[in-house]
Protein backbone atom coordinates (compact mmCIF):
# COMPACT_ATOMS: atom_id res chain seq x y z
CA UNK A 1 0.00 0.00 0.00
CA UNK A 2 1.28 2.86 -1.34
CA UNK A 3 -0.98 5.57 0.65
CA UNK A 4 -1.37 6.36 4.41
CA UNK A 5 -5.41 6.98 4.56
CA UNK A 6 -5.41 8.53 7.66
CA UNK A 7 -2.31 10.79 6.52
CA UNK A 8 -4.26 12.03 3.97
CA UNK A 9 -7.53 13.29 5.21
CA UNK A 10 -5.36 14.84 7.72
CA UNK A 11 -3.83 17.29 5.51
CA UNK A 12 -7.57 18.55 4.53
CA UNK A 13 -8.74 19.38 0.66
CA UNK A 14 -6.26 21.40 -1.23
CA UNK A 15 -4.80 22.56 -4.27
CA UNK A 16 -3.51 18.70 -4.64
CA UNK A 17 -6.16 16.78 -2.82
CA UNK A 18 -9.74 15.99 -2.92
CA UNK A 19 -12.67 13.94 -1.46
CA UNK A 20 -15.21 12.71 -2.44
CA UNK A 21 -18.14 10.31 -0.51
CA UNK A 22 -18.96 9.32 -4.47
CA UNK A 23 -18.82 10.30 -8.05
CA UNK A 24 -22.43 11.45 -9.06
CA UNK A 25 -21.53 11.96 -12.66
CA UNK A 26 -18.68 11.55 -15.12
CA UNK A 27 -19.34 14.93 -16.18
CA UNK A 28 -18.66 16.43 -12.56
CA UNK A 29 -15.94 14.38 -12.29
CA UNK A 30 -13.94 15.50 -15.36
CA UNK A 31 -14.20 18.91 -13.49
CA UNK A 32 -12.10 18.04 -11.13
CA UNK A 33 -9.33 15.81 -12.84
CA UNK A 34 -9.05 18.50 -15.56
CA UNK A 35 -8.63 21.43 -13.02
CA UNK A 36 -5.89 18.65 -10.69
CA UNK A 37 -4.34 17.61 -14.05
CA UNK A 38 -4.55 21.66 -15.67
CA UNK A 39 -2.57 22.84 -12.21
CA UNK A 40 -0.10 20.34 -9.81
CA UNK A 41 -1.26 17.44 -10.32
CA UNK A 42 -2.75 15.62 -7.03
CA UNK A 43 -4.78 12.60 -5.58
CA UNK A 44 -8.22 12.30 -5.40
CA UNK A 45 -9.83 10.42 -2.82
CA UNK A 46 -13.65 8.88 -3.37
CA UNK A 47 -15.43 7.03 -0.18
CA UNK A 48 -14.92 10.30 2.01
CA UNK A 49 -16.89 12.67 2.61
CA UNK A 50 -16.12 16.40 2.94
CA UNK A 51 -15.76 16.75 6.54
CA UNK A 52 -12.91 13.50 6.16
CA UNK A 53 -15.06 10.93 7.07
CA UNK A 54 -14.35 7.73 5.60
CA UNK A 55 -18.12 6.12 3.93
CA UNK A 56 -15.93 3.81 1.19
CA UNK A 57 -17.43 3.09 -1.65
CA UNK A 58 -20.12 0.39 -2.39
CA UNK A 59 -18.86 -0.66 -5.72
CA UNK A 60 -15.35 0.42 -6.97
CA UNK A 61 -16.64 -0.97 -10.95
CA UNK A 62 -19.49 1.56 -10.99
CA UNK A 63 -16.71 4.63 -9.69
CA UNK A 64 -13.93 3.81 -11.70
CA UNK A 65 -16.41 3.32 -14.92
CA UNK A 66 -17.27 6.78 -14.34
CA UNK A 67 -13.69 8.10 -13.48
CA UNK A 68 -13.03 6.31 -17.20
CA UNK A 69 -15.81 7.53 -19.21
CA UNK A 70 -14.37 11.45 -17.93
CA UNK A 71 -10.98 10.74 -18.63
CA UNK A 72 -10.86 9.17 -21.91
CA UNK A 73 -14.87 11.10 -23.30
CA UNK A 74 -15.06 14.12 -21.13
CA UNK A 75 -11.41 15.63 -21.09
CA UNK A 76 -9.99 17.09 -24.25
CA UNK A 77 -7.18 16.05 -24.89
CA UNK A 78 -7.50 12.91 -22.51
CA UNK A 79 -5.49 11.86 -19.60
CA UNK A 80 -4.17 9.24 -17.84
CA UNK A 81 -4.59 8.45 -14.44
CA UNK A 82 -3.47 5.85 -11.93
CA UNK A 83 -5.65 4.90 -9.09
CA UNK A 84 -5.13 2.04 -5.67
CA UNK A 85 -8.01 0.53 -2.96
CA UNK A 86 -6.78 1.32 0.17
CA UNK A 87 -9.59 -0.41 3.28
CA UNK A 88 -9.76 1.77 6.30
CA UNK A 89 -12.31 -0.85 9.37
CA UNK A 90 -12.95 -3.01 5.95
CA UNK A 91 -14.21 0.34 4.02
CA UNK A 92 -12.61 0.77 0.36
CA UNK A 93 -11.56 3.67 -0.53
CA UNK A 94 -10.38 4.71 -4.16
CA UNK A 95 -6.90 6.68 -4.10
CA UNK A 96 -6.90 8.15 -7.80
CA UNK A 97 -3.77 10.19 -8.81
CA UNK A 98 -4.08 12.33 -11.31
CA UNK A 99 -0.39 13.63 -12.59
CA UNK A 100 0.38 16.90 -13.78
CA UNK A 101 -0.20 16.78 -17.49
CA UNK A 102 2.55 18.15 -20.14
CA UNK A 103 -0.34 18.21 -22.62
CA UNK A 104 -1.72 21.38 -20.92
CA UNK A 105 -4.43 23.40 -21.21
CA UNK A 106 -7.04 20.22 -20.84
CA UNK A 107 -11.26 20.98 -21.86
CA UNK A 108 -14.13 19.39 -19.41
CA UNK A 109 -16.58 18.75 -22.07
CA UNK A 110 -20.23 19.15 -20.35
CA UNK A 111 -23.47 17.99 -21.23
CA UNK A 112 -23.83 20.16 -23.91
CA UNK A 113 -20.45 19.83 -25.35
CA UNK A 114 -18.98 22.70 -23.96
CA UNK A 115 -15.50 22.77 -23.16
CA UNK A 116 -14.04 24.96 -20.28
CA UNK A 117 -10.65 24.87 -18.68
CA UNK A 118 -10.83 24.57 -14.70
CA UNK A 119 -8.03 24.86 -12.40
CA UNK A 120 -7.03 24.18 -9.41
CA UNK A 121 -7.17 27.10 -6.93
CA UNK A 122 -7.08 25.90 -3.36
CA UNK A 123 -9.91 23.32 -2.60
CA UNK A 124 -12.27 24.22 -5.70
CA UNK A 125 -12.00 23.25 -9.20
CA UNK A 126 -12.06 26.61 -10.86
CA UNK A 127 -13.43 27.49 -14.50
CA UNK A 128 -11.26 29.62 -16.54
CA UNK A 129 -10.98 30.95 -20.23
CA UNK A 130 -7.48 30.37 -20.64
CA UNK A 131 -4.59 29.25 -18.85
CA UNK A 132 -1.45 30.74 -18.87
CA UNK A 133 1.44 28.31 -19.57
CA UNK A 134 4.49 28.63 -17.06
CA UNK A 135 8.06 29.17 -18.37
CA UNK A 136 10.67 26.23 -16.29
CA UNK A 137 11.59 27.78 -13.10
CA UNK A 138 10.13 29.72 -10.49
CA UNK A 139 11.02 33.65 -10.45
CA UNK A 140 14.34 34.91 -9.00
CA UNK A 141 15.26 34.02 -5.84
CA UNK A 142 15.62 38.18 -5.31
CA UNK A 143 12.12 38.62 -6.61
CA UNK A 144 10.49 35.84 -4.37
CA UNK A 145 12.27 37.92 -1.30
CA UNK A 146 11.11 40.93 -1.92
CA UNK A 147 9.00 42.71 0.42
CA UNK A 148 5.78 43.09 -2.32
CA UNK A 149 6.13 39.57 -2.94
CA UNK A 150 6.31 38.15 0.60
CA UNK A 151 3.14 40.05 1.12
CA UNK A 152 1.71 38.72 -1.85
CA UNK A 153 1.50 35.52 -0.31
CA UNK A 154 1.42 35.69 2.80
CA UNK A 155 -2.31 37.46 1.81
CA UNK A 156 -3.13 34.76 -0.60
CA UNK A 157 -2.29 31.75 1.79
CA UNK A 158 -4.94 33.02 4.21
CA UNK A 159 -7.99 34.51 1.13
CA UNK A 160 -8.71 32.35 -2.29
CA UNK A 161 -7.93 35.08 -4.89
CA UNK A 162 -6.47 38.41 -5.52
CA UNK A 163 -7.26 41.36 -7.93
CA UNK A 164 -5.02 43.64 -9.48
CA UNK A 165 -6.63 46.69 -7.53
CA UNK A 166 -6.38 44.71 -4.35
CA UNK A 167 -2.96 43.98 -4.79
CA UNK A 168 -2.18 47.28 -5.65
CA UNK A 169 -3.67 48.83 -2.63
CA UNK A 170 -2.39 46.18 -0.28
CA UNK A 171 1.82 47.12 -1.32
CA UNK A 172 0.64 50.69 -2.54
CA UNK A 173 2.11 50.69 -5.96
CA UNK A 174 0.04 51.61 -9.42
CA UNK A 175 -2.34 48.77 -10.63
CA UNK A 176 -0.52 48.75 -13.39
CA UNK A 177 2.82 47.95 -11.69
CA UNK A 178 0.41 45.32 -9.76
CA UNK A 179 -1.02 43.62 -12.53
CA UNK A 180 2.37 43.46 -14.28
CA UNK A 181 3.63 41.74 -11.64
CA UNK A 182 0.86 39.40 -10.76
CA UNK A 183 0.86 38.44 -14.47
CA UNK A 184 5.34 38.07 -14.30
CA UNK A 185 4.41 35.77 -11.46
CA UNK A 186 1.44 33.42 -13.24
CA UNK A 187 4.25 33.02 -16.18
CA UNK A 188 6.62 31.34 -13.20
CA UNK A 189 4.29 29.18 -12.10
CA UNK A 190 3.73 31.04 -8.59
CA UNK A 191 0.28 31.88 -9.32
CA UNK A 192 -3.27 31.28 -11.37
CA UNK A 193 -5.01 33.45 -12.93
CA UNK A 194 -8.71 33.15 -13.14
CA UNK A 195 -10.36 35.50 -15.77
CA UNK A 196 -14.43 33.95 -15.26
CA UNK A 197 -16.18 35.84 -13.86
CA UNK A 198 -14.43 39.32 -14.39
CA UNK A 199 -11.99 40.67 -12.93
CA UNK A 200 -9.08 38.97 -13.24
CA UNK A 201 -8.58 37.42 -10.51
CA UNK A 202 -5.03 35.61 -8.86
CA UNK A 203 -4.50 32.31 -6.86
CA UNK A 204 -1.71 30.44 -5.31
CA UNK A 205 -0.59 27.60 -7.28
CA UNK A 206 0.42 25.39 -4.46
CA UNK A 207 -0.56 26.33 -0.77
CA UNK A 208 0.64 23.08 0.83
Not at 51 to 67: F, N, P, T, Y
Not at 115 to 123: L, N, S
Not at 131 to 155: C, E, F, K, Y
Request: proline share 4%; aromatic share 6%; hydrophobic share 35%.
Amino acid sequence: MRYNLSELIAQGEGTRLEFKSTIHTAYRIARTLTALSNTSGGLLLIGVSDDGRIAGVDSELHEMQKIEKATDFLIDPAISVSYEVVEENGRPVIVVEIPESDEKPHYAIDEKGNRTIYVRAKDKSIPTNKLMLTHAGLPDSQLLQSTNVRNLIQVLRKNDFITAKQYAQLVNISEYRASKLLHQLTEHGLLLMIDRPRPVRFSLRVTE
